[in-house]
């Protein structure tokens, strides 16, 4: 069992920046592909970023791309998102999420483990 605890959530001014971090229980996160989805009121969850369990590879929506960053550190079991440049519209509650093949996806459906959320509200 693998628990996601999720931090770093809060409100900022458009163009602002947040880092989320995403701390992760067990002995082998190396081998697990970790990532972040979000969820806006009343829209559909979606795929915002992933990186591989090495870390070697990740990533990211096309709306994302240039204002967010996905990366790891194997050694404190974290993984981190940072967030520049941020929208109104990046406003929602962003979840971490694992899954236990070093292999990332965009397909929430293929992921083991999801953290409580937090909250990221981006005002104009």
């Known amino acids: 069992q693998v628990q996601l605890v999720e931090s770093g959530g809060g409100l900022v001014q458009a163009g602002g920046s947040l880092r989320l971090s995403c701390a992760a229980s067990g002995r082998t996160f190396s081998r697990y592909a970790m990532g972040w989805f979000r969820q806006a009121p009343g829209k559909e969850r979606e795929f915002v970023t992933a990186?591989?369990?090495?870390?070697?590879?990740?990533y990211l929506m096309d709306s994302v791309k240039g204002r967010f960053t996905i990366s790891r550190d194997n050694a404190k079991n974290t993984v981190y998102l940072q967030m520049n440049s941020l929208k109104p519209e990046d406003t929602a509650i962003y979840y971490c999420?694992?899954?236990?093949?070093?292999?990332?996806?965009?397909?929430?459906?293929?992921?083991?483990?999801w953290g409580q959320g937090t909250q990221v509200t981006v005002s104009s």
């Open positions: 990186i591989s369990g090495s870390a070697y590879r990740s």
């Open positions: 999420v694992a899954r236990t093949t070093p292999n990332y996806s965009d397909d929430y459906n293929s992921y083991d483990y």
